[in-house]
C-alpha cells in the first residue's frame, strides 16, 4: 500500500467528526464510561493519522519499503483498535448487540499500532543512514 494523502485527509476528518459527536449527542445516550471509551478510541485514532502524515512524508523524501509496511500497520491498526471501539460503543445504539464479537480486535489493532511504532523506531536507522548522516 503506497502512503496516500487521501486516505490521511479522509481519516482526520472522520476522526474530527467522530470526536464531535462523542463531545456533543453520544453525551445523551451513552453512559460516562461509554463515552470516556469513545473518546479513547478518537484520541488513538486522531494520534495515529498523524504519524500516518508523518510516514507519508518521510515516504515522499524517501520511498524506503518498511515505511510503505508501516504506514499498512497503522492503517489497520486504526481500523481494528478505534473502529471497534467505536462499534462497541455504539451496538446498543444501532441495534446490533452481535458486535460485540468485536472485544478481540481491539487488542489486535492496538498491536498493530505498536507494530507500527517499533518498526519505525527500527528504520530510523536506515533513513538516517541513507542520508549520510
Known amino acids: 500500500m503506497k502512503p496516500s494523502l487521501t486516505l490521511i485527509g479522509t481519516f482526520g476528518a472522520i476522526g474530527v467528526m467522530l470526536g464531535a459527536l462523542g463531545a456533543h449527542a453520544l453525551k445523551q445516550v451513552l453512559t460516562a464510561e461509554q463515552i470516556m471509551s469513545f473518546q479513547t478510541g ?24 518498511s515505511l510503505k509496511r508501516i504506514y499498512l500497520f497503522v492503517v489497520l491498526g486504526i ?14 445504539l444501532i ?19 505498536i507494530a507500527g511504532w517499533i518498526l519505525l523506531a527500527f528504520s530510523s536507522k536506515a533513513f538516517v543512514s541513507s542520508k549520510g548522516e
Do not use: E
Open 95 to 113: 441495534n446490533a448487540d452481535w458486535l460485540k464479537i468485536l472485544g478481540p480486535v481491539t487488542p489486535i489493532g492496538g498491536l498493530l499500532l
Open 42 to 65: 478518537v484520541r488513538y485514532h486522531l494520534i495515529h493519522t498523524l504519524l500516518l502524515l508523518m510516514v507519508f512524508i518521510l515516504y515522499q523524501q524517501k520511498p524506503i519499503k
Open 79 to 92: 481500523l481494528c483498535f478505534s473502529g471497534s471501539i467505536y462499534l462497541l460503543n455504539l451496538r446498543y
